[in-house]
């Protein structure tokens, strides 16, 4: 049984619809986290991370046009600056992450969340 699961969720993206999806066929109705609107926080960001065991650039959408904007690409930047540019550019997170059962997973292919479950 999943216990507090929640999804940062972008209803505009065809793989965080499917994936909610998914998990609501699964009988899981989770905490719907509109990121955009209500974005994770530095520590958040920071546990999502960890869960996931990647680095910030593994979890950013380094084709918006906001991540060229900002050089994000840029070597020298830290983790704590890509943190917080995720925080302050919601629209640079990758979605959907699912969270559940104490791990993370991105719904990209939305199956991979099944691994949480």
Known sequence: MTE???IFHNPRCSKSRQTLELLQQKGIEPEIIRYLETPPTEQELLHILDLLGCEPRGLMRTKEPEYKEQNL???????EQLVQAMVATPK?????????NNKAAIGRPPESVLDIL
């Open 4 to 6: 507090q699961a929640r």
């Open 73 to 79: 690409a840029d070597p020298e930047l830290t983790r």
């Open 92 to 100: 640079l997170i990758e979605r959907p992450i699912v969270l559940a």
